[in-house]
C-alpha cells in the first residue's frame, strides 16, 4: 500500500443521499412528492420549485432526520478510513445545518474532531477531495494543487471537466491504493 493520504470526503451527494431527504422534507411540506431525474445542481429547480431553499433552510433539522446512506458508502468509507486519514468537508447551508450535520456525523460514530464546515472547498489542505459538487472541486471555490479532485459520478455533475476524475464512491478506494 501506499503511503497514508489525507483525505476530505464531501457527505451530502457522496455518502448520503440529499436528493432523497430533500424529496421527503418536499412532500411534507407540500404533499406532494417530487418527480423526476435531479440533472442539475440545483435539485429544488430540477423539481420547478415547489418550495424555496430559505424552506429548506428553515428545516435543516427535518432534513437531516431523513437523510440515508447511500448503498455502497458505508463499506467504501470504511476502506477509505482503514487505509487513509479521513476527515469530512461538508458545506453547511446555516447553522441550524451545520448542527444537524455534525450530530448526524457524531451520531454515526464520526467524532467532531473529524469534522471540516466550510464552503470553500479551495482553503482544503488535503491530498484528495472526494466531492459530488463541481463547484467544490474546479474554480474559484475549488481545490487547489497538491490536492487531487475526485468527482463522486451523480447525474447533476454529468458536464464535470475531463480533468477531474469522475467515478462511482465505490471504486475510490482502489484509485488511492
Known amino acids: 500500500m501506499s ?3 489525507r483525505v476530505a470526503v464531501d457527505v451530502d451527494g457522496v455518502l448520503v443521499d440529499f436528493v432523497s431527504g430533500l424529496a421527503d422534507l418536499v ?7 417530487p ?8 435539485h429544488l429547480a430540477a423539481w420547478g420549485n415547489p418550495v424555496t431553499w430559505e424552506y429548506v433552510r428553515e428545516h435543516a433539522l427535518k432534513l ?3 437523510l440515508s446512506w447511500y448503498h455502497e458508502a458505508q463499506d467504501t468509507l470504511a476502506r477509505l478510513m482503514r ?5 469530512f468537508a461538508t458545506t453547511p447551508m446555516n447553522v441550524d ?5 455534525a450530530g448526524w456525523l457524531e451520531a454515526h460514530g464520526f467524532p467532531i474532531a473529524k469534522h471540516i464546515h466550510l464552503h470553500d ?3 482544503l489542505a488535503a491530498d484528495v477531495l472526494i466531492d459530488d459538487g463541481v463547484h467544490n472541486l474546479v474554480g474559484e471555490t475549488g481545490v487547489r494543487e497538491p490536492c487531487r479532485p475526485i468527482c463522486i459520478a451523480r447525474p447533476w455533475n454529468a458536464h464535470c471537466p475531463l480533468s477531474v476524475t469522475r467515478v462511482d464512491f465505490a471504486d475510490v478506494p482502489m484509485l488511492l491504493g
Open 3 to 5: 503511503r497514508r493520504l
Open 27 to 33: 412532500e411534507r411540506c407540500t404533499g406532494v412528492r
Open 35 to 42: 418527480r423526476g431525474r435531479v440533472t442539475e445542481w440545483d
Open 64 to 66: 437531516a432526520e431523513s
Open 83 to 87: 487505509d487513509h486519514d479521513v476527515r
Open 97 to 101: 445545518w451545520l448542527g444537524a450535520r
Open 121 to 123: 472547498k479551495s482553503w
